[in-house]
């Protein structure tokens, strides 16, 4: 029987506190365990050289001399992996992104790795590599990338649109429905609006780390920071040739990811450097490393065009929408087109998503991947429609935000959805009443994301004192032990400090996907709810067999068992102390795939103050209303809110990759690539509001992503209203905006 | 070459052999063991390797270990007493003050220079004692709660 995972509009006793988080004192005390943090016996430490040409192709690697000195105990190239050349493309990529085969695409790309005694003796030996490179022409700018004549990334890479032509465009997808030109049509107003947005880093501060154990009978284990340790082991075990079930992965405590570490980066390369050497082998990403070679998001150019009618209707709405891939073709620019007009309802809508190569490194996930971006060039031309009909910019989104019954841009109907409730909400906030003084703007911006739920699995343990342990395979980034304990002590009907969560490693639980498309709370907590009940089920039995009843005439309340029109009962403990002597352990299990993952919406008030003289601008007030389906730790969710908030202000002031004219990264550390610091951030407020998911049994959400897709553009927009400049390029850096300003008085100055 | 440093840790007297361009922290945290001192940029910039050296915040990543000698060093590690959690951290933990945990041993001892320096530190003052601290999940939001809360603890205790 299929497990009904539909929402119970129940009434509950534990979700929704405010309770304390099992790893809090692990983590105040220095205990908690991260990558970098674990050691073997006889570990060796490994390091990898990286390429200093953006494009180059390699000619030859001399690893002799490395080899020969004291301490080495293995050297690798491209050369000891397996070579997927004319095999499955995605293996290809991921692989020679790990390591290069014959050539160089980006400034960082590894193109050999050593395993010493210590980290001095590594760095020794990886200045006696000698690499014969042939310097190539390269390119790292999206528009530049796509011009007839551009260095080619990929030559191997065709483009499906043979009209789009130019050979970096790795594919192009359109989404939309309708007639757009028509709807251009009857349009009295339209705006047409360029926009460009930098490249930026995740900016976790926990740095790629790992320890790897490869044995002579080819078993493995694998200690590291990640999001998907079942991810990491399927890849890791694919590429190395290794059989699943031989390499064992455990998930370290996981300093941020936010997408980062959703992908593998060099954990093949200790494993397989481990392999050559017979020995286990530690490796740390430097900060350097993790600006130059794991995964930054999409640098993006983005054309936009809105039609309206006078009244204040949507009819039309085109997006043109070009995302940097890096060196490997991804997926982004079709995120990025799927997410673009999903807050509205549009008669006729188009989104076009090219994957654009570049001599940068692979692009990975980054919360809500693709949507900030996309959210910036169509929330800015949404408000600049809005005043272009003199409308409140609120109303004029409440009058096309998509409702139950639209039909999203990119293909499905919606169900009940929050962004009318969330612009409801701003409109009643007193934030939007707050006076602003000199220099000051307010803007406002929505922003959607899909969410995802995926295969989960999940036990839960009756142990026999009565208490419980919850075993899930999903990454906790965030709090979510806390919040799948409150989850599995509402259904059996216990105390929360009885249970206990643990992250399993992938040896010890059936599959799980990662923790990304904000799954962890949604999909655990699906499966949670479900192992329970399969627990529940067995205590049921074992009361049935105490009483010698049938178990038809057991009920499940309040962590007792109760047997039907007798005053009899049993508590959990009861039961489970005597599970020994009714049939043995006790526990439930669950395993599904999580469908019906409850889209999210969000809308986003700022305020900033301009420095006419600077251009610096610092956001002085901020406002989140977020949907949540349902807050199972309200503390938990509004850490979110303010997490994505904090990220989206950063890349929307300050962070970007600057590359020189030579393809080399210039500002791979915190002190040129400007993360928030905490003086930067005003308060960030939070509004939960709850539109129950029906697809899911307490109606949860995913929270952890939407948070970051309307900062860039409620940011431009207050800018706009702060200093009268409408800014197209992100980050909107003192520079850009004191340019902006001085652009603008000059065209407003008398001539001549 | 390796030279020889000594100092206290923690209340304890410890002697280690380092090379005498190790960083303190890795004294700390590959050599001693004390691993709850974490390293997020190498170059002083994330406060994550912050510690105490003579009662004052250190990043331990911008001094020497052979620097350390004589000196009294503590460590996040250091800070319980008797199974009991310091007021600080007690206070991080009970006002959320931290998502993923990395950052939050170098939060925490960087606050506890601060509240030794000012018993009553306000929102602003925080906020500044912190740029040199990052946390990227948080937006730093309920770390100020925390030190607010702890500073309290620690002025009634």
């Known amino acids: 029987m299929a497990n009904d995972s539909k929402f119970t509009n129940q009434k509950f006793k534990l979700v929704g506190t405010r309770v304390m988080r099992p790893d809090g004192v692990d983590k105040v005390t220095g205990r908690a365990r991260y990558g970098a943090d674990a050691s073997a016996p006889g570990q060796l430490v490994g390091a990898i050289l990286r390429s200093p040409h953006a494009h180059a192709t390699i000619r030859k690697i001399d690893t002799q001399k490395a080899e020969k000195l004291k301490g080495v105990k293995a050297v690798i190239t491209s050369a000891d992996l397996p070579d997927f050349t004319g095999g499955e493309g995605e293996l290809y990529n991921v692989l020679e992104n790990c390591m290069a085969r014959g050539r160089a695409l980006y400034d960082g790309h590894a193109v050999a790795a050593v395993a010493a005694v210590d980290a001095e003796t590594a760095r020794r030996a990886l200045k006696l590599i000698k690499v014969d490179y042939k310097v190539l022409p390269h390119v790292t700018d999206v528009d530049l990338a796509i011009k007839p004549g551009a260095p080619v990334v990929q030559p191997g890479v065709k483009t499906k649109d043979k009209k789009a032509a130019p050979t970096n465009v790795a594919n192009v997808t359109t989404y939309g429905h309708g007639d757009v030109e028509a709807g251009f049509g009857k349009a009295d107003v339209i705006i047409e609006k360029s926009y460009k947005t930098e490249q930026v880093h995740q900016g976790y501060i926990e740095p790629h780390a790992c320890l790897a154990s490869v044995g002579p009978d080819g078993h493995g284990e694998l200690w590291v920071t990640t999001q998907g340790p079942f991810a990491y082991r399927n890849w890791c075990a694919t590429l190395l040739g290794m059989e699943m079930s031989q390499l064992k992965v455990t998930s370290s405590e996981i300093g941020g990811g936010f997408g980062g570490k959703t992908h593998v980066w060099i954990e093949p390369i200790a494993l397989a450097l481990s392999r050559k050497a017979n020995r286990p082998v530690k490796l740390v990403m430097s900060r350097e490393e993790v600006f130059r070679a794991s995964g930054p998001t999409s640098p993006t150019s983005i054309d936009v065009r809105l039609g309206a009618t006078r009244d204040g209707r949507i009819v039309a709405a085109d997006a043109a929408m070009r995302y940097g891939n890096g060196a490997f073709p991804g997926i982004w620019g079709e995120v990025g087109a799927m997410a673009a007009w999903a807050c509205y309802d549009i008669e006729n809508v188009r989104s076009v998503g090219y994957e654009v190569l570049l001599n940068r490194p692979k692009v990975a996930a980054y919360r809500a991947p693709s949507a900030p971006m996309a959210a910036f060039a169509v929330e800015s031309t949404v408000t600049l429609m809005a005043e272009a009909l003199g409308m409140d910019p609120v109303e004029f989104r409440l009058k096309n935000a998509a409702r139950e019954g639209t039909r999203a841009s990119y293909g499905p109907t919606y169900g009940p959805i929050g962004i009318v409730p969330t612009l409801e909400a701003v409109k009643k906030h007193p934030h939007m009443r707050a006076r602003l003084g000199k220099n000051q703007g307010r803007g406002v911006a929505c922003g959607f994301w899909f969410n995802f739920g995926g295969q989960t699995c999940a036990d839960l343990i009756i142990d026999v004192d009565g208490t419980v342990g919850l075993s899930v395979g999903t990454v906790d980034v965030g709090g979510a032990r806390a919040s799948l304990s409150l989850i599995a002590a509402e259904e059996l009907g216990i105390p929360y400090e009885e249970v206990r969560c643990n992250i399993a490693d992938t040896a010890s639980l059936g599959h799980n996907d990662m923790t990304d498309g904000s799954r962890g709370t949604f999909s655990s907590g699906m499966a949670t709810i479900f192992a329970a009940r399969d627990a529940i089920e067995q205590l049921r039995v074992r009361a049935a067999k105490a009483w010698g009843i049938d178990v038809k005439n057991v009920s499940w309340k309040d962590g007792k068992a109760i047997a039907k029109g007798k005053r009899k009962s049993l508590t959990l403990k009861e039961i489970a102390e005597a599970s020994p002597n009714t049939g043995g352990p006790i526990s439930g299990h669950s395993q599904v795939v999580a469908d019906g993952a409850g889209v999210s919406f969000a809308s986003h008030i700022c305020d900033v103050e301009v420095d006419p003289e600077t251009g610096g601008t610092k956001v002085v007030r901020y406002t989140v209303v977020q949907d949540a389906g349902k807050a199972v730790h309200p503390d938990y969710v509004e850490g979110q809110f303010q997490g994505g908030a904090a990220q989206g202000i950063g890349w929307a002031l300050n962070e970007e990759y600057v590359y020189g004219k030579d393809g080399r990264l210039q500002n791979p550390g915190f002190l040129d690539y400007r993360i928030p610091v905490c003086s930067d951030l005003p308060f960030i407020d939070t509004q939960i509001l709850e539109i129950p998911n029906p697809n899911h049994p307490y109606g949860i959400r995913g929270v952890g992503e939407t948070s970051i897709v309307p900062p860039l553009a409620a940011i431009a927009n207050a800018v706009s209203d702060a200093a009268g400049v409408r800014m197209t390029h992100v980050p909107m850096s003192p520079p850009r905006v004191l340019a902006a300003i001085k652009a603008s008085r000059a065209e407003k100055a008398p001539t001549g | ?157």
């Open chain 2, 1 to 157: 070459m390796t030279v020889t440093v000594s100092f206290v840790l923690n209340g304890e007297d410890v002697s280690v052999d380092v090379e005498p361009r190790t960083l303190l922290v890795e004294a700390l945290r590959d050599r001693l063991r004390r691993t709850g001192t974490h390293v997020g940029c190498d170059t002083s910039q994330c406060g994550a390797c912050v510690v105490h050296v003579d009662g004052r915040s250190v990043k331990s990543c911008s001094m020497l270990a052979v620097q350390a000698e004589g000196a009294e060093v503590v460590t996040i590690e250091g800070l319980a007493k008797g199974g009991r959690l310091h007021p600080m951290q007690e206070a991080f933990r009970e006002h959320h003050g931290l998502q993923c945990g990395f950052c939050t041993p170098g939060m925490i001892m960087s606050a506890l220079d601060l509240v030794s320096q000012n018993p009553d530190p306000d929102e602003n003052q925080i906020r500044h004692w912190l740029e040199g601290n990052l946390c990227r999940c948080t937006g730093y939001q309920n770390i100020v709660r925390a030190i607010k809360a702890g500073a309290q603890a620690m002025r009634s205790a």
